[in-house]
């Protein structure tokens, strides 16, 4: 029940030991095909250019920014959280001139601070995160779009953290690109990087593939002009993916069965389902913890679903009373990072574990840690509280 990663669905875990094929072995691309088809869905989008990225989350975000940024590019990074500065790191390396914009941990940005950012800095690339775990905060992204498009900025997010739990309109709110990750609201291992790209963030990454250029030897005089990364140049990958199938890396099959298993277990609930019964455990949540007389951290308006920020009671010692609930209860609640170290736990409803039952257990557990280490709490008050907000649902 921490911030990620969470218990995969079983079905997930299941998927992951079905038997290998080789690369193209129809059965493969059959597979990837239909992977691409289910994360159309997930990310509610007609792009073509849907796929994964093998390796962690982290390895999307890198494909796409070093795929998306030329040397020298001006790229806008708003920050409110950890994450925001991995994003700033990752263009850093990609040799962009990185500018960033920075809000207090607990807050997102109002649209028109983006704006007047937008406007002193004319980047090529405006990159935010979504839903930042270390904060808990969801940025809405609903008019970013449109503000990209009016001053012809290319608008990617990183929605690792609240993808699948969080509303998310990939071609409604006009996102050039998009990255997740399967250990947070998807519910599967971390390993793979769901992405996906509009027609003009492809046209741009195809002009800077050597494939397209006819190119494949080294030495070439304009190889600057080419992504700077063979694993993560997303026009060699495009290939792959597409109907030519051009060779790149091997597809790290087993997950890619963890990756389309994720996106089956979305599509067979249906997706609009699957975000209201985060939203509805998340609330819970909250009023459990509440419940407990708890305060929690940052603008509860805009708190992401799948997971939220409990302030520690004064005397509590925040690590023991974690470990106690791993050891004694079974059940893992997250740490925290920064400003926010030693301050908050961070307690997560996602995927698999966004039910009645684990937001129960953990907030029965929670009461008898707290209990334990001093801390006067009422009796009952977080499950009773939980409880009532699911039967309100
Ligand atoms: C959890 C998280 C990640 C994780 O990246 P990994 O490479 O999978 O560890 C990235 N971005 C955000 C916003 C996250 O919340």
């Known amino acids: 029940m921490g911030p990620g990663p969470i ?6 875990l299941r998927a992951m030991s079905a ?5 193209y072995d129809p059965y493969m691309t059959a597979v990837m095909n239909e992977t691409q088809e289910l994360y159309r869905s997930v990310w509610a989008t007609r792009n073509e250019a849907t796929l994964l990225i093998d390796g962690t989350s982290r390895a999307g975000i890198e494909a796409a920014i070093v795929s998306l940024v030329r040397p020298g590019d001006r790229v806008l990074v708003p920050i409110f959280g950890r994450f925001g500065h991995l994003l700033a790191e990752i263009a850093e390396r990609a040799h962009a ?3 960033t914009i920075e809000t207090d941990w607990g807050q997102v940005f109002p649209v028109s601070a983006i704006e007047e950012a937008i406007l002193r800095v004319k980047p090529a690339l405006l990159a935010i995160v979504q839903g930042d775990t270390s904060t808990t905060m969801n940025q809405p992204l609903d008019e970013i779009g449109a503000l990209c498009a009016k001053y012809g900025v290319l608008f990617y997010t990183d929605a690792t953290a609240s993808l699948g739990g969080n509303a998310f309109e990939a071609d409604a709110w006009g996102v050039d690109a998009a ?3 399967l250990q947070k609201c998807l519910g599967g291992p971390s390993g793979s990087s769901p992405i996906t790209l509009s027609d003009r963030a492809v046209k741009l990454v195809r002009s800077r593939s050597r494939i397209e ?8 005089k304009n190889s600057a002009h080419f992504v700077r990364s063979n694993y993560f140049d997303l026009g060699m990958i495009l290939e792959y993916w597409g109907p030519r199938r051009l060779n790149h890396h091997t597809e790290a099959t087993s997950m890619l069965y963890a990756a389309r298993e994720c996106a089956r277990v979305i599509a067979l609930e249906g997706r609009d389902a699957v975000i209201e019964r985060h939203r509805i455990a998340g609330a819970a949540m909250l009023a459990g913890v509440r419940g407990l007389g708890l305060r929690v951290f940052g603008d509860m308006a805009h708190k992401m679903s799948n997971v939220v920020a409990v302030e520690i009671p004064d005397g509590v010692p925040g690590d023991a009373a974690r470990a106690a609930m791993l050891n004694d209860f079974g059940i893992e609640i997250g740490t925290s990072f920064g400003p926010l170290h030693g301050r908050v736990w961070r307690i997560g409803t996602m995927g698999f574990n966004a039910r009645l039952d684990t937001v129960l257990t953990t907030l029965v557990a929670l009461e008898s840690v707290l209990r334990r280490f001093g801390a006067s709490v009422p009796v009952g008050g977080g499950a009773d509280a939980a409880a009532d907000e699911f039967r309100r649902a």
Not at 19 to 23: A, D, E, F
Not at 213 to 220: C, K, M, S, T
């Open 213 to 220: 250029a006819g190119i494949r030897e080294p030495g070439d």
């Open 7 to 12: 218990s995969a669905y079983p079905s997930v």
């Open 179 to 181: 990255t997740a990750g």
């Open 97 to 99: 001139a990185v500018h």
């Open 19 to 23: 038997p290998l094929v080789g690369q």
